[in-house]
């Protein structure tokens, strides 16, 4: 198939490539199928218009082999001498298959199940207590509230610390796993309105600022509504469940039937929306690990259903911006995760400026606060300070907005907690570089939890942060609702912490030549070109890098050669068969008296 170039001269395109050649480009020629050695190809030439710089008009021509490799030559008409090659893959069958996370479902449903329990009992002690007939020998009645002595003291709160780290946070993570499973492919299963595309984007997700299009279904925006007030009075009840009882001489501590009752119906409906939407969902894989995620959704794009599909000439880029660079910071990986981190830090501010303002109002004798000398975080009758409001006859709890005052904290860790799992999915990506050891192809729930110190602390301290919201605002059963400033301040120090340790993340730039993915399920479509339960990622020969099941495939990336070979970057160019070179106009032109092999058709390119 020879080339006429301008001047005059023949280029051979594609050296003895096919033995059989159907084009109707004028510009092609008979060739002898009988002198060809390869496996047989087929060219089907049609054309596609697009311009280049310099005005040059490209004709399209793709190249169908029956190897494992398919490309498309793009021919230029002003210059027929130059040419580019667009590389796709088609994936080659390993005959494994995506985990399914068995473990991971089987421990949601048991958190289920205790969630279910956990609730209906709260409701029925709280019915109980109500009704004075929960026996209690060392205890009494007052107000509907049954009245405890616990000494020392700081039982109560270690009581309520302990509640908040067990039963509430394992209510809680059992339903949100479960709400944020179907969620996620119930995205996998829509389409966008502007972009043909599926909705899930990345492995994490907002799972209240992201709902389906369906909006009365599980997943809808009103079940989401419905889940993230059940999740902020969650943490709002389970704190006033034991109320200190100033003044009282026999019992020191009041149990609320009213916490109990509101506690145990959120964690229901809690538990009925996450049940509701696991089973209305076709749910591929429980697994939380992004490569199990999008290798499913791989899988669904290769049998023609709604999925993903590997993108040529991008086994370099991270993440999905158009000219990122090369290892992105977590920040500019997802926006809405940029955006929520500024909010956070407003959250931080307003907490400085709201212990200055009840310090103020103590310091000039409002009336219904006092004055303390203790600096104790476990607050008593000798705090620095406090206000509040109440009347002579309370007796329960103050249904006041700001009895949920303590809910405000949960808004410090609902996207702080989505990001640090987008730097979870990295993680588990970075495993795959050379000399990692490469990927774990069954992560446990407890690996995922604590795959980083970042990680860690970010699930040990969301529940310990609530609990010292409820240090900070708190009910009274005597006095009523109060706001002690110096639990504000240490709060506010604790949070303060926590939101630059999440800078710190969402800033940190890799200094590896492992492109960056934080979960995003395209661009880990795009970088791995075999997929495994068992992964490594790296160098496989000149121009690509991609994944294998086998380490001695895998060498360093060589930081000197260019990958990929990116179409929306340059295009490759040949004349007289003479080597590359980089042309001012941003596409690669060759340069003189220099051999150009010819491609190679059992050759993965990109």
Known sequence: MPLQGNDGESAALLPDAFDHVHSPSPRSHDYDPSQSSVSPVTIGAHRTPKHLPGGHNVLRTRVASHAHSEATITILDHSPEIICCEPKYR???????????????????????????????????????????????????????????????????????????????????????AHETALRWTLASETG?????????????????????????????????????????????????????????????????????????????????????????????????PFDTAWALVERGKRGQLGLERQPG??????????????????????????????????????????????????????????????????????????SRSSPDTGSMNFSWEGE????????????????QGVRDERLWQEAAPGRGGTDPSPNPLKLLFISWQSGAIHIADPILHWLFGLAVSVDANVGFQVRPVQILYVTVLGTLRVVLTTFVARFNPKNTQPSTYGHLQTLANLVDDWHPKMYWG?????????????????????????????????CSIKCATSLTIHPQGYRRLGAYAPFPPIKLDMDYG
Request: net charge positive; aromatic share 12%.
């Open 314 to 387: 991008r086994c370099m880029h991270a993440c999905f911006v158009r000219h990122p660079p090369p290892r992105p910071q977590k920040a500019y990986a997802a926006t809405k995760f940029r955006r929520f981190v500024k909010y956070v830090w407003l959250l931080i501010a307003a907490g400085y400026y709201w212990c200055f303002i009840i310090w103020a109002m103590i310091e000039s004798g409002t009336q219904g606060s006092h004055r303390g000398r203790s600096w104790n975080p476990i607050p008593s009758s000798a705090t620095a300070g406090s206000t």
């Open 539 to 571: 160098h496989k020969r000149d121009g690509h890098a991609g994944t294998s099941n086998d380490p001695t495939l895998i060498h360093p990336i060589k930081r000197e050669m260019e990958y990929g070979h990116d179409i929306s970057r340059f295009f």
């Open 91 to 177: 994936l080659q069958d390993s005959g494994e298959s995506f985990g399914l996370g068995a473990l991971t479902r089987r421990l949601t449903f048991i958190g289920l199940a205790v969630s279910a329990v956990f609730g209906a009992a709260c409701v029925i002690l709280g019915i109980l207590i109500r009704l004075h007939s929960l026996p209690v020998p060392y205890g009494s009645y007052h107000g509907g509230n049954l009245r405890l002595n616990l000494y020392p003291r700081f039982l109560r709160e270690a009581l309520l610390l302990i509640l908040n780290l067990t039963f509430v946070k394992l209510s809680l993570y059992s339903s949100g796993t």
């Open 193 to 289: 309105k502007r972009r043909k595309k599926i909705r899930l984007e990345f492995n994490a997700n907002f799972r209240f600022l992201q709902s389906s299009q369906c909006w009365y279904s599980a997943n809808g925006s009103i079940a989401n509504v419905i889940m993230a007030i059940c999740l902020v009075t969650s943490y709002a009840s389970s704190s006033m469940i034991l109320l200190d009882a100033q003044g009282s001489n026999d019992h020191n501590t009041a149990v609320s039937f009213v916490a109990l009752i509101i506690l145990g119906t959120v964690t229901l409906v809690q538990f009925i929306i996450a049940a509701a939407g696991i089973l209305t969902t076709e749910i591929p894989t429980w697994s939380q690990s």
């Open 405 to 420: 005052a303590p809910t405000a904290g949960l808004l410090w860790g609902l996207g702080i907690l989505v990001g640090f």
